[in-house]
């Protein structure tokens, strides 16, 4: 089976790449032309646009960072699609979005897989990350094998909008771990306790979490480099935010947490790292969380 990848960020590029080493065949495309150099010298095929592309390949994927730059690639792509062929969408856009989106292709012909994915950047490189497909059965078996050969757990959410909500609220609980981590990790260093030992103790015991794990120890070492911007992070908030005024459920948590996030962007800039809403507590404290020992990024 031949796919197209739309979309060589921090985690298309590793999507693409675990493609590759499963052996599909794969053609790639990127408004940066500079973004495929090294999954072209593993085997994949540049296409100059994403019409090209569409017209070469059984099945497209994209992983793009908005709603509205997937609409556009979508309608570029859509007159050039083969009968038959599915589009795979990896961005993270909101329930309505999957649906209005949807219903654009299937005019054309064409089926729609969403497939949001969590875990993290480190463990898309090693083909360990989350995959959360929605849309009918038939084709998430069809597509199986290149899922199973870019992530390792596969949940099936159910049909087409169903896992805009899921990685929402996987998305809106890692930031309120990481705003509950940050402050845990100030109140170990101005309680005088040794920063290394203070995260090993954590954890270890029942406040742990996998941002703790992760994300944690990348504001020791002082990188905060994720691979995810605050102006991402805002946007999944702002998602998150809209869910629970639509179901009728106070997020007073992810509130508070999106209010941290705004005051994160004027402070450093909407591309900065999301971790860096811990940096905002270091510079209002003037103390810094860096410990010894930890990674310059996760491998």
Same mark, same amino acid.
């Given at each position: 089976?031949?796919?197209? !990848?739309?979309?060589?960020?921090?985690?298309?590029?590793?999507?693409?790449?675990?493609?590759?080493?499963?052996?599909?065949?794969?053609?790639?495309?990127?408004?940066?032309?500079?973004?495929?150099?090294?999954?072209?010298?593993?085997?994949? +095929?540049?296409?100059?646009?994403?019409?090209?592309?569409?017209?070469?390949?059984?099945?497209?994927?994209?992983?793009?960072?908005?709603?509205?730059?997937?609409?556009?690639?979508? +309608?570029?792509?859509?007159?050039?699609?083969?009968?038959?062929?599915?589009?795979?969408?990896?961005?993270?856009?909101?329930?309505?979005?999957?649906?209005?989106?949807?219903?654009?292709?299937?005019?054309?012909?064409?089926?729609?897989?969403?497939?949001?994915?969590?875990?993290?950047?480190?463990?898309?490189?090693?083909?360990?990350?989350?995959?959360?497909?929605?849309?009918?059965?038939?084709?998430?078996?069809?597509?199986?094998?290149?899922?199973?050969?870019?992530?390792? +757990?596969?949940?099936?959410?159910?049909?087409?909008?169903?896992?805009?909500?899921?990685?929402?609220?996987?998305?809106?609980?890692?930031?309120?771990?990481?705003?509950?981590?940050?402050?845990?990790?100030?109140?170990? +260093?101005?309680?005088?306790?040794?920063?290394?030992?203070?995260?090993?103790?954590?954890?270890?015991?029942?406040?742990?979490?996998?941002?703790?794990?992760?994300?944690?120890?990348?504001?020791?070492?002082?990188?905060?480099?994720?691979?995810?911007?605050?102006?991402?992070?805002?946007?999944?908030?702002?998602?998150?935010?809209?869910?629970?005024?639509?179901?009728?459920?106070?997020?007073?948590?992810?509130?508070?947490?999106?209010?941290? !996030?705004?005051?994160?962007?004027?402070? !450093?800039?909407?591309?900065?790292?999301?971790?860096?809403?811990?940096?905002?507590?270091?510079?209002?404290?003037?103390?810094?969380?860096?410990?010894?020992?930890?990674?310059?990024?996760?491998?």
């Amino acid at each position: 089976m031949h796919y197209g !990848y739309v979309g060589l960020g921090n985690l298309g590029a590793k999507c693409a790449g675990r493609l590759l080493q499963a052996g599909f065949a794969l053609t790639i495309h990127d408004a940066n032309p500079d973004a495929g150099g090294a999954l072209i010298d593993d085997g994949a +095929r540049w296409a100059e646009d994403v019409e090209s592309l569409a017209a070469s390949v059984d099945h497209v994927i994209t992983c793009l960072p908005s709603p509205a730059v997937s609409e556009a690639v979508l +309608r570029r792509i859509l007159p050039a699609m083969r009968p038959g062929a599915t589009w795979i969408e990896m961005s993270t856009l909101g329930r309505d979005d999957v649906l209005r989106l949807a219903d654009v292709a299937s005019q054309a012909g064409v089926r729609m897989i969403e497939l949001p994915v969590t875990g993290g950047v480190h463990l898309a490189a090693r083909g360990e990350i989350t995959m959360l497909p929605g849309g009918d059965a038939d084709l998430v078996e069809l597509h199986r094998p290149a899922m199973k050969a870019m992530g390792n +757990r596969i949940f099936h959410m159910g049909p087409l909008g169903s896992s805009a909500i899921i990685k929402v609220i996987t998305n809106m609980l890692a930031f309120i771990h990481l705003k509950a981590t940050s402050e845990a990790l100030m109140l170990a +260093r101005r309680g005088g306790l040794d920063l290394g030992q203070a995260w090993e103790a954590i954890r270890a015991s029942s406040g742990n979490s996998f941002v703790h794990e992760t994300e944690g120890a990348l504001i020791l070492n002082g990188s905060y480099d994720i691979g995810f911007s605050i102006d991402l992070a805002l946007k999944d908030l702002g998602f998150a935010l809209g869910f629970g005024r639509e179901f009728g459920v106070p997020l007073e948590l992810a509130a508070l947490t999106e209010q941290t !996030y705004v005051a994160a962007r004027a402070a !450093y800039g909407g591309q900065a790292q999301s971790p860096m809403i811990a940096k905002l507590l270091e510079d209002m404290l003037g103390t810094d969380l860096r410990a010894p020992g930890f990674p310059d990024r996760l491998e």
